[in-house]
């Protein structure tokens, strides 16, 4: 525990220096601005224990992360007919790519590209409004993460509704292969507001603790459907570098483009790394560096 | 040990009862009169324990199971410098598509689709006569089978050789865009040979051992590299169904048309298993549904 | 011309006994009710002759035929800056793929596949209001019909509204390549109303005698650039089936899912042919065959 | 007709001063030598009539424009039922695609891009040998030029042997997909030959009387046969810039690598040019340029 939290700063202190951090996602006019030299790392283990370093207390925009969060949601309320809307298989395509789509009839490959977490959204929509909707996420983060001081953040919501166009093609085209089953702009208000909640590393470790399958995290989802999101996250969670996050860290993860990554630990811990920087792939330079670090030094690999 | 071997004979018991058994492959004439109704598994613990049940010392041709051991050969000899020729990432296409080549510039996503493993196999045959580069792969095999009695059904090979004209496309692409360093009838040559090694459900198990890192087994690679073609194993075992293998075992694998899978439990066991008819994806369809009946009763998965 | 009389009566009875009639299109509620038995066929000759058959003073929607016009009205407005915003390539896919889009960087490859006729509309709009462009779209078809009695059909336009999800998606996709200058919901309010522009095949042979280049016919563009848009239609003017049509017909034309056509034969006629049944590629089913009957009885090929 | 000459003069001078001449095709080793600076220019009328300038005596590789010549054979030979091996649409891809292959099952898209054009010579083998069927090319090339002196040139056949490697793969797919009836290295050396048959300008012009339908020229093919042969060489002529040149030029054409382009005047005349430089779609430079200054000039578009 102080190995580990000594082995968090160096981390932290090692990424403070990096000379190439990356470039900020600058396709949300609001997320643009962010200062790129910001860096924060928190783990939370299995036994309740809770380390971290860093700016470790600053929020940030969860962004795609909030998939994992709306699967768990959806896999609770429909369970496997689901899968009938969108399917399991990594893209190998860019993560906002429409041309799948068209190929394959309107069934995204999976639940974390943005095909695939729109049509989860359009399906959590189902009988609600889509403020009751966001309610019941915000709920189930603050219960995830014990943490009432969980918000979303209105001007980035707004941001991406106004910039949003790739989304709104992609949604139009889900609506004209049958699946999508709400207007496009009220599926899309959700999904902008749900990937426009703010969290802070400790508040998303905390959160991830559900998916590491330990006895003391609340207990939101049956063990099977954690180890299955797990797996989606392994095989899909880092767009097209998901094959390449597999092979260095060897763990599930998901990342977003405000430059955070949940990656678990199964039985053992959560971790949440943000760094605003992204790489080629979309996903935070630095923030994969810095698990790819801490997994290697604490022998955390899937794979032995 | 007692209750493992009982839980295969159960399961070989439902495969034998098993009414769909997918469809035998029918491009590889030598393989196409292969009896549907055999079935075979055989599992090697960590502490050398082994156990089967089935056919399982029946030969079948190894075909991309094959392409496993040949990477473990390559990164062996050439160490990370193999991955200027081939990509990491899943393929979200059919396993032989030329689709992806064209528009990569010839550098194939992975080692497991087919295009990647004739680059795998053209980097091996570097300073080294076809006959030689077979002579080391058959030496690989045995000692990792700890079996001298493994050899090439040169029928099978031949078979390949006349009609495989969509890997001959392939290879002909990857000599356009300068990555094949060898004629293409040279590495198919090569490559159709080792495809058509045959091995039985107890050797292939036993050869698997290595990728376990469990301390008996045969140290034939780094621990790092083993970890990394497990993941690798992970996210691109299995064609374009890999997500859905991972989503419903939770394990490394890697299958071939012949009907085989080797199946690793990182730390605990190797598994092979083998059916000739496959499903949709390619993959054996009574041996994918075996191997997840044995990870969910052994409780093994790497997600928890 | 008694001869071309006679002969267009001979073609419409032909038709009128034609057991496979194609399929009336029914992605357009208001379109799917029309009745198939209808054919209808009118040519104007260079030296204002008029000959006609079948049902020529029923109105039809001109749909897709209306974008020769709006390009006629851009290139005379905009000149040759359009073509930055827009190729001239065939483009060897369906009418409304988006596949090219998001390949080709928003440039839509042709002005008469979807997108590229939604970049044209969107450039008339320019200084604009939609209703403006719409007064200027009915004085354009008016003026080349010589036939104040031309109107939009409000119902048609709204039904494309409320089920034109592909176009929404298209329009969506240019806007995120920056190659659509107005809110995606004005434009196609506008193009869908340009297409649901409805006329009697006598009107719409009248209103392509300027693309012939006769000196009798209203100069609405300069003779370059009528050869220029000819040249299109032959190229690009039946969506995936624009070769087919030239190895058949060997004249320049552009058809709707209305089932209307216009042809042209330069210097010598304009001719209009309609019927609602569309073939495969979506091209009037008996129009097209009409078509090629006219053409071959009266020697009418560009090709000698 | 002093006139016409004068114009072929003024053509070829400001030809000679161009500065930008475009780049030599150099995957063609033997061809990749060719002095840039040249450039011819030929026309033979209905009547009979011959005008040359430039460097039209100097012989030159023909490449695809050897694909006008194999497909008026093949037509000769086995009649409609061609087409059920090749379409007629225009690919909308670049020439050497074998993505569209892949797409389509195996039926390339036109005559003129290679792979169909391996399938047509393929059809031509039917029965022969492939010397016997480069007799009957050649008899047919010198029939249509009206002159013996025409050859094949051996070192640049051999040497498209050695480095076509993307036409191998594309004859692979062809075969995969039961398109081809003879083994790949038969047909490749058969069209290897054939596009490396040497002409000059004045003999291409010659050769291409015949698809002008002008009663003086030699009588090879139905009226309309060569008036769809025609209607190809406008939409798929020139590769993926085949709907540019139609705009441009408004005459169907087909072009080769070697720097030549045949263009036909239906009825009218027959212009062959060459340059060595290619522009970015893979056609000659100067002799796009060229064609157009001509046409211009002389008022032939097929559109008026």
Not at 42 to 66: K, M, N, P, Y
Not at 97 to 112: D, K, V
Not at 253 to 271: D, F, Q, T, W, Y
Request: glycine share 10%.
């Amino acid at each position: 525990m102080a190995d580990l939290q000594a082995r968090l700063e160096a981390i932290a202190a090692e990424m403070a220096a990096a000379p190439d951090r990356g470039r900020v996602a600058d396709y949300i006019p609001e997320l643009a601005c962010i200062d790129p030299d910001q860096f924060a790392i928190a783990v939370c283990l299995a036994d309740g224990t809770e380390c971290a370093a860093g700016d470790a207390d600053t929020r940030f925009s969860i962004q795609s992360v909030s998939k994992v969060f709306t699967l768990a949601m959806a896999l609770g309320r429909l369970g496997d007919q689901l899968w009938s809307r969108v399917g399991r298989e990594p893209s190998g395509l860019a993560f906002n790519s429409i041309l799948q789509l068209e190929h394959e009839r309107g069934i995204p490959r999976n639940p974390f590209i943005n095909a695939g977490a729109i049509v989860v959204t359009d399906a959590l929509l189902s009988g609600h409004a889509p403020r009751e909707f966001l309610g019941e996420y915000l709920r189930f983060l603050r219960l995830a993460a014990d943490d009432e001081d969980i918000h979303v953040n209105e001007a980035v919501a707004r941001s991406e509704t106004e910039t949003g166009h790739r989304n709104f093609a992609l949604a139009y085209e889900l609506r004209a292969h049958d699946n999508l089953h709400h207007p496009p702009d009220h599926v899309l208000g959700a999904y902008f507001h749900q990937c426009a909640a703010e969290m802070t590393c400790r508040q998303l470790a905390r959160a991830g603790r559900f998916l590491m399958g330990a006895a003391a995290a609340p207990r939101l989802l049956s063990p099977a459907r954690i180890r299955r999101i797990n797996a989606l996250m392994m095989t899909c969670g880092h767009y097209d570098g998901s094959g390449d996050f597999a092979f260095r860290v060897g763990l599930p993860g998901k990342s977003g483009v405000g430059g955070g990554i949940l990656v678990i630990v199964p039985e053992r811990a959560a971790i949440a790394v943000w760094s605003p920087g992204l790489n080629a792939q979309g996903n935070s330079q630095l923030g994969t560096l810095a698990i790819e670090r801490l997994a290697r030094a604490q022998h955390w690999s899937v794979f032995g």
